[in-house]
């Protein structure tokens, strides 16, 4: 054979793979099939777009973690929940959100959801789940919650929704992104559809965007697989084995970042600049109890009032920070800050806090280290509100 030809079959793929720690990592959009009766064949992988051996690892792990029959994966947090949304709606539904939902989930719903006839509503998340349900309007296929929402922090009472909701064929669904799939497990209280940003907890480095949402409904992991195989998503086998060696670590990393988290959080509350703190886990909070009775452990992401001040002042104190970077992300190993009250006018539902807001992600450096940043950016705070 002419070298033009030798060099497109050389180079044989072994028909065995050595045994490694962590699954291949196989790099196909064509997937050779054995004969030509297989090429028809659906229950077989007959294309690479359905993923290979590192994606369908990942399924298997994260479906062991949450107690799912099935798991489907999507390129980022936010597919995840439009593609979970998608996979379940029709024109003419009606879909009701917690008001403190991730933004440009919200932002999905009122721009392309409304534009195909699901009609949409915003509930406050301390509803009493017996108003909530009760009131919902009798084209409701799905109430999709957020607990604690990634800003403010207010919890709902999930467990309670999902056992009404489902009384009246209502599916119920979460942003499960907070709990990781390891301190919270959805499905396990009833939830339909367990959803959450990869990206965060699982990957743990932010360095890879991924999605997830799991059901132990098998028809409704039929719908959630439809749904990806309609709109043609798919993830790399690079970014599925980077999720999986995030995922061995997470509680590892879930328990030393919580502990940091509530160390910290501790001390800001007897701070003089500090108002006020939002964290279920600390005890007293409002939704301490729920978070006791549902969740095995605290994450590592909360927020604080500061003293009133104007936003001059809140930037003072996030420019003064050396060791938490300023970033809108959430889930890796290093610390992070931000102010939250722009991302606040969106909401219907109004909630007075006693100052500015400030959100922080407790990463795994020493807390002591993170204290003193903290002390010296509370210091300018002080300096600018004089
Ligand atoms: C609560 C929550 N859900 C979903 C997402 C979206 O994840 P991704 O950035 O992977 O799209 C985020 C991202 O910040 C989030 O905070």
């Known amino acids: 054979m002419d070298d033009k030809t030798r060099l497109i079959r050389a180079g044989a793929v072994p028909q065995t793979l050595a045994k490694t720690v962590g699954p291949p990592i196989q790099r196909g959009s064509t997937v050779l099939m054995p004969n030509a009766a297989s090429l028809y064949d659906w229950d077989q992988v007959t294309y690479g777009r359905q993923g290979l051996a590192a994606q369908a690892a990942l399924q298997d792990a994260l479906a062991a973690m949450e107690h799912a029959v099935g798991v489907a994966l999507y390129p980022s947090g936010l ?43 915003y509930f406050d998340p301390h509803a009493p789940p017996e108003t909530l349900v009760g009131k ?4 409701t296929r799905l109430i999709l919650m957020e607990s604690p929402g990634s800003l403010t922090l207010e919890m709902q009472d ?29 499905l396990q209280h009833g939830i339909d559809l367990s959803i959450q940003a990869l990206t965060k907890y699982v990957g743990g480095h932010s360095d890879v965007f991924m ?9 409704l992991v039929r719908k959630l697989n439809d ?17 999986l060696r995030g995922l061995r670590t997470l509680p590892a990393r879930l328990e030393r970042q919580g502990a940091n988290g509530l160390r910290i959080a501790d001390w800001l509350g007897v701070q003089p600049e500090v108002a006020a703190l939002y964290h279920p886990a600390l005890p007293g909070a409002p ?26 002042a809140v930037n003072a104190f996030l420019d003064a920070l050396e060791l938490f970077g ?4 959430w889930g890796g190993f290093e610390s992070l800050a931000i102010s ?16 500015p807001l400030v959100r922080l992600h407790v990463g795994l450096e020493a807390p002591d280290d993170l204290i003193d940043d903290l002390r010296r950016a509370l210091d300018a705070y002080r300096a600018a509100i004089g």
């Open 211 to 219: 999605g997830s949402a799991a059901a132990s409904d098998p028809a």
């Open 287 to 312: 939704d301490h109890d729920l978070w006791k009775r549902d969740f095995s452990g605290a994450a590592s992401l909360f927020t604080f009032a500061l003293q009133p001040g104007p936003q001059a």
């Open 158 to 186: 999930m467990t309670r929704v999902a056992e009404l909701a489902r009384a009246r064929g209502i599916l119920t669904a979460c942003d499960n992104t907070w709990g990781a799939g390891y301190l919270f497990k959805p």
């Open 136 to 139: 919902a309007p009798p084209a």
């Open 340 to 355: 939250v009250d722009p991302q606040l006018t969106q909401r219907r539902v109004k909630r007075a806090y006693p100052g």
């Open 227 to 243: 749904g990806i195989l309609h709109l043609g998503w798919a993830v790399s086998p690079d970014d599925a084995y980077l999720m």
């Open 326 to 329: 300023l970033g809108f992300s």
């Open 79 to 121: 597919a995840a929940l439009t593609g979970a949304l998608l996979a379940v709606l029709k024109a003419g539904d009606h879909l009701m959100l917690v008001d403190t939902i991730y933004a440009p989930t919200r932002r999905f719903c009122d721009h392309v959801l409304k534009r195909f006839g699901v009609t949409v509503s």
